[in-house]
């Protein structure tokens, strides 16, 4: 693989020749684990190509472009509030906004409850060094064999810091606006770190977005942390154009009966890839992930779970599901991992696909992998079409085919947008959903820009 | 107002095997008609070749529904023209709510016929004057579509469908079956309701009980993919009493 | 109740394997090792033209080009490929009657209930008796060329029937395929070979008994059946080894043939020598076996009940070609102990309208590893196939390991496609409605379990689905905690 090869010798050129720059803003912490890191994703061959955690994602593509990289933050010349406007009606939430896997200094953080912090990553790794220290890079083990989230430690430099501590309840969510905008084709390395305390609640919104038609390349890794008897909800809404890919890792440690929900959302873009690990570490947690894409065109989707009980009485479940049109790939590998001790353990994991073209396709690779027995776990997986049988007794209620099917294909979907708590993002994202599924959306709705590709 | 539906030596088949062997039919507005017959006789057959099933293909034969051509229409033109179906087993459909359903059928339908969407705020009245019709719980309209319902439930929605809908010819196909005497009662009583002059309704059922409550005006025998009796509703008492095991006996003697 | 179960189950992972037993049969063994010149050995011994020794070879040269899969959750302790004998062989006259043979061959096969007297066989079932690397005996091989169909051993047929080995031989497993499959290609012995002719079923059941006797060899054969157009055969493998500290290798290749409207079952009963209740000894299974239905409405169905050998590493597999054409598999895999098995199918929907269905069930005890690998794949160009497969796992104690590793990949829209997995412990409240009925916790896990394999058994020739049923009580016999 000659061009793997070229790809991996300039990840080495720019690390070795980036390293003031990668180090000059952030605090030893950081900057201690890139070494080993890039090491790492070298010894793994680099960026991953047909391995069996990316067996069916078609990494090649993706990485062969010659992206610019930015290792410095840039003041954006215009007011990027301005320019996006990323609107839920009737949902408050507290905006922060990212460019270019950057925090963006101009951001005004809202005032919150005693001891919450919300800064970028590269100040938190200066100032809040304790805290910092204490969590930075410790959740992401499960992935030690995966070369992308190695790839983000050795070069993040940037991203969100939040930090609730204990018994403090956030009641706003905080929205997340990740901005992708350039004049030459990115690649970037956001790193966020979400850490909760006890008896601690918090909610975030990620919004991904594009803003100009360059082609982008966000290799995102996320750790968050929830704390003993605390919840923690993550809504994320993946909309970027057909020339951006991402690599969305998330990693998540839960304490004592805490409670983690997450729901991914991928409305568009060319080439997602979701990396969702939860480790269930003490006794009494439950963990809740949903997933839902829409995919046509030549995009790929491509989610991979990891659930890891490891303490027993922890409950997990997993629901993803997908429509897949034009020539599209939809990629699901699920992982459901019961150690020895976690005894009374329940997770369940299902995958549904609708596949309505025949040039689209789906691999799915639902898995057990138990060593406890007195647990209750199962899983799913199912590709099909539309049920002809519904569409008719649709169609007998007056309702034509087209619309008919479009009602089919909400309908499957909404099983997983119903999850979304917040009852004023779920009807966004039932409206996001259903202009998508009529074609009327390639980007949110709200946004200004239009792009040309 | 006569020969709402007429059906002409109507043949249907399925994967090549023959089910509907000649059927001749005529509704009336204003009637009630219903059709009996033994298990397998193809009295479901019948209730989904009128309503546009594309897994059966008439082979021959005609149906014309208020001088139209039925068959040419697919099934959601022929629900626009005004045929309803109370199916047998309601379908569930997971993620869509009742409301939403509901909303889309009546507005796909107005705009059929060339009307505008129905008002918002009227629509959400109305609905729940027509719930009252048919006592169905009023929660059950932001549930998916027959997701989760009892037997009861999904066929008490089918009459509510119905009540919403106002069709010109309600089919109700084995509407009584799986049902308790009480929700019989009030599907029977709903259908009673919405009786109006100018529409028709077709029963179809195996057994009397239904008939004791929607009291038909023409009775039918369906036997083997062919009507072999039709006679007033003293025939329904008559089944009931011998069975049908009698009228088979005089079409295969006639054969 | 928990203590009792406990008990009930030490008392089951004790049980001993009871075809653990040596035969003093006079062995001919060639030295430990491998390479080319071993390879033309083991040709010249078996008189074999000179076509099928350059398949061999270019096998051999293929393998060592090649590295151990790692893929499957095993832990495969290295294999030192020098260190194994290639080829061992009782040392009998050829062509004896049967009255002839060694008495200690017969009495092996005896011991082990293989009936290879015709006088007193289970009626209507033929048996090849694989001993070692060769071929000993096979019964009513004349009954059934009567009626056209072909049974006899692999070595036999390349001299009789040189023709439809050499069209055949690696159609469906090509020597490259895998790491085991070259080295058998490079290596095998003997085996089977069966050939039902247009048109005819086959007028009884074929069965093949392997069985390893002789110390550090390794065991290599090939079967390749053949079902011409509209025929049918049903065939069983059933295999045991003695009891030996240290571990042996079996690395055999299955192909089959099914042309159209014809059918195929083949039924396995596994019981290659597990190893001790410590993990000590045991065979190595690595087997790749697989059917093409190449015609239309070909249909082949796999039926396992694998309960012996150390580690077990096997993927019956089925290649969908024909438009319409079916296959099932059912699966019951037991591990018990420090027993490993990686196992399960691969269905490949390349015809129209094909179907495939998948039953695999697997029981854990002891300190076992016990997963499910599937693949079910539609190719873009295959239209309206259906797969369905369950794959449930039963835990037996706290210590075992239970695991499922479904591959789907759908590239065309009229697929159905659908995959269901559980997997639980024996519910406490079954045992007790058992209890409460007047049947004893042994006896109720006894039926629970003979319930929930019961899928698979069924699906075996009666006469095998009865041994299946035993085997899986000595391999466990109620234990469940």
Not at chain 1, 79 to 104: A, M, Q, R, S, Y
Not at chain 1, 206 to 231: M, P, Q, R, Y
Request: charged residues 25%.
């Amino acid at each position: 693989m000659e061009r793997l090869e070229k790809i991996n010798n300039d990840f080495a050129t720019l690390f070795r020749e980036g390293q003031q720059l990668l180090r000059e803003d952030c605090g030893d912490v950081m900057n201690r684990c890139r070494e080993e890191a890039f090491g790492r994703f070298m010894a793994l061959g680099g960026v991953p190509y047909k391995t069996e955690d990316y067996l069916y994602a078609d990494t090649l593509p993706v990485f062969d472009r010659d992206y610019k990289v930015v290792l410095k933050h840039i003041k954006q010349g215009v007011d990027l509030n301005e320019l996006f406007k990323c609107h839920v009606p009737n949902l408050e939430t507290d905006l922060l906004l990212t460019i270019n896997g950057w925090f963006v200094r101009e951001n005004v953080v809202p005032e919150m409850p005693e001891g919450v912090i919300i800064c970028s990553l590269a100040e938190a790794s200066v100032k809040y060094k304790e805290i910092f220290e204490q969590h930075y890079n410790q959740y992401t083990h499960p992935a030690d064999t995966d070369g992308l989230v190695a790839l983000n430690t050795a070069f993040a430099q940037d991203g969100v810091f939040v930090y609730v501590p204990d018994n403090v309840v956030m009641e706003r969510p905080l929205q997340v606006v990740n901005l992708m905008r350039a004049n030459a084709d990115l690649m970037s390395f956001q790193r966020n770190m979400v850490i909760l305390g006890r008896n601690a609640k918090a909610t975030i919104l990620v919004c991904d977005h594009t803003l100009s038609d360059d082609a982008f390349l966000s290799n995102n890794a996320t750790e968050i942390v929830v704390g003993e008897n605390s919840a923690f909800e993550y809504y994320h809404v993946q909309n970027q154009h057909i020339e951006a890919s991402q690599i969305n890792s998330v990693f998540v440690s839960q304490k004592r009966d805490s409670r983690y929900d997450a729901n991914v959302i991928s409305l568009y873009g060319g080439f997602i890839r979701n990396n969702l690990f939860a480790a269930l570490t003490e006794e009494g947690c439950e963990c809740n992930l949903y997933g839902m894409y829409l995919s046509d065109k030549k995009q790929q989707v491509d989610n991979f779970t990891f659930i890891d009980h490891i303490a027993p009485r922890c409950t997990s479940n997993q629901h993803f599901k997908g429509v897949l049109d034009d020539a599209a790939l939809a990629n699901f590998a699920g992982r459901i991992v019961v150690r020895p001790d976690a005894q009374k353990t329940e997770a369940y994991q299902a995958n549904n696909n609708l596949l309505l073209t025949d040039t689209a396709q789906v691999n799915t690779k639902p898995q057990l992998v138990i060593d406890a027995d007195d647990v209750k776990c199962s899983h799913g997986a199912t590709v099909g079409q539309i049920d002809e049988e519904a569409m008719f007794y649709l169609r007998t209620r007056g309702i034509g085919e087209a619309e008919a099917r479009l009602m089919m294909m909400f309908g499957f979907a909404h099983e997983i947008v119903g999850r979304v708590k917040l009852e004023p993002l779920r009807a966004e994202i039932d409206d996001l959903v259903d202009k998508r599924l009529r074609g009327e959306l390639t980007k949110c709705h709200n946004c200004v820009m239009h792009c040309k590709k | 107002m006569k020969g709402l539906l007429k059906i002409k030596n109507l043949h249907a088949s399925i994967d090549g095997k023959e089910i509907l062997k000649g059927i001749d039919l005529e509704v009336n507005a204003g009637e009630i008609h219903a059709i009996m017959g033994p298990n397998g006789a193809g009295k479901s057959t019948l209730s989904a070749v009128l309503t546009g099933r594309e897994c059966f293909e008439v082979t021959e034969g005609e149906v014309w529904f208020e001088g139209k051509n039925l068959l040419e229409l697919p099934a959601e033109d022929r629900a626009r023209e005004g045929i309803f179906l109370s199916f047998q087993y309601p379908v569930e459909i997971p993620g869509v709510s009742t409301v939403n359903f509901l909303k889309t059928a009546v507005n796909e339908q107005r705009k059929y016929r060339g009307l505008p969407p129905y008002p918002a705020s009227e629509f959400l009245k109305m609905i729940r004057e027509k719930m009252e019709l048919v006592s169905i719980d009023s929660r059950l309209l932001n549930r998916s579509l027959n997701e989760g319902f009892s037997g009861g439930e999904k066929k008490k929605n089918e009459i509510f469908q119905m009540a919403v809908l106002e069709p010109k010819l309600a089919i109700l196909d084995e509407t009584d079956s799986g049902l308790d005497i009480d929700a019989l009662r009030i599907v029977a009583s709903g259908v009673n309701k919405l009786k109006r002059p100018d529409n028709s309704t077709i029963v179809i059922t195996h057994y009397q009980r239904l008939l004791d409550y929607i009291v038909p005006d023409v009775v039918h025998v369906l036997y083997d993919g062919r009507i072999v009796k039709t006679a007033g509703k003293e025939l329904v008492a008559e089944l009931e009493k011998h069975g049908y095991d009698w009228i088979k006996e005089e079409v295969n003697s006639a054969k | 109740m928990a203590k009792e179960q406990d008990d009930i189950l030490n008392e089951v992972t004790e049980g001993e394997y009871k075809y653990g037993f040596v035969s003093d049969v006079e062995t001919e063994m060639i030295g430990k090792g491998l390479n080319e010149s071993v390879i033309r050995l083991i040709s010249q011994k078996k008189e074999e033209p000179e076509w099928l020794l350059e398949f061999r070879l270019k096998a051999y040269r293929h393998w060592l080009t090649m590295k151990m899969p790692t893929w499957a959750k095993l832990e495969i302790p290295p294999i030192n490929y020098q260190d194994i004998v290639y080829y061992a062989a009782p040392k009998q006259e050829a062509k004896k009657s049967w009255d002839e043979v060694d008495p200690e061959l017969k009495a092996t096969f005896d011991k082990l209930g293989i009936p290879l007297d015709e006088q007193k066989v289970l009626s209507g079932v033929a048996v090849d008796a694989v001993m070692d690397s060769v071929s000993v005996k096979t019964t009513f091989k004349e009954t059934l060329a009567e009626r056209g169909v072909i049974f006899c051993s692999f070595s036999e047929a390349v001299k009789t029937h040189p023709d439809l080995i050499k069209r055949y031989l690696g159609s469906v497993v090509p020597y490259s395929d895998n790491f085991f499959a070259a080295l058998n290609s490079a290596v095998f012995s003997d085996g089977s070979f069966v050939y039902i002719p247009k048109g005819v079923r086959c007028p009884m059941e074929l069965s093949t008994y392997f069985r390893i006797n002789a110390a550090n060899t390794g065991q290599f054969e090939r079967t390749l059946i053949v079902a011409e157009e509209e025929s049918y055969v049903s065939y069983l493998e059933g295999c045991t080894a003695p009891q030996r500290d240290e571990n042996q290798l079996h690395a055999a290749i299955v192909e089959i043939v099914i042309e159209k409207n014809a059918e195929v079952k083949y039924s396995t009963v596994q019981n290659w020598y597990p190893g001790d209740k410590n993990g000590k000894g045991g065979i190595y299974n690595f087997v790749t076996k697989r059917g093409i239905c190449k015609g239309e409405n070909a249909k082949l169905i796999w039926a396992q009940v694998e309960t012996g050998s150390a580690i077990t590493w096997k993927y019956p597999s089925t290649i969908l070609k024909g438009d319409g054409s079916v296959s099932e598999f059912y699966s019951v895999a037991v591990t018990n102990n420090y027993q490993q098995a990686d196992t399960g199918t691969k269905m490949i929907h390349i015809g129209n309208n094909t179907r495939s269905r998948i039953v695999s069930k697997g029981i854990s005890a002891g300190f076992s590893s016990n997963s499910y690998r599937g693949k079910v794949k539609v190719v873009k160009s295959c239209q309206g196939a259906r797969n369905f497969s369950q794959c449930d796992s039963l835990l037996l104690g706290d210590k075992c390991g239970a695991h499922t590793f479904p591959y789907l990949e759908v590239a065309n829209p009229t697929a159905q496609v659908e995959h269901e997995a559980t997997t639980s412990k024996i519910g406490e409240d079954q045992i007790f409605y058992c209890n409460q009925r007047g049947i004893s916790t042994e006896d109720a896990i006894g039926l629970i379990i003979k319930g929930y394999a019961g899928d698979v058994i069924n699906k075996m020739p009666m006469e095998f689905a009865v041994e299946a049923q035993k085997l899986l009580q000595i391999s466990l016999a109620g234990s469940v905690g």
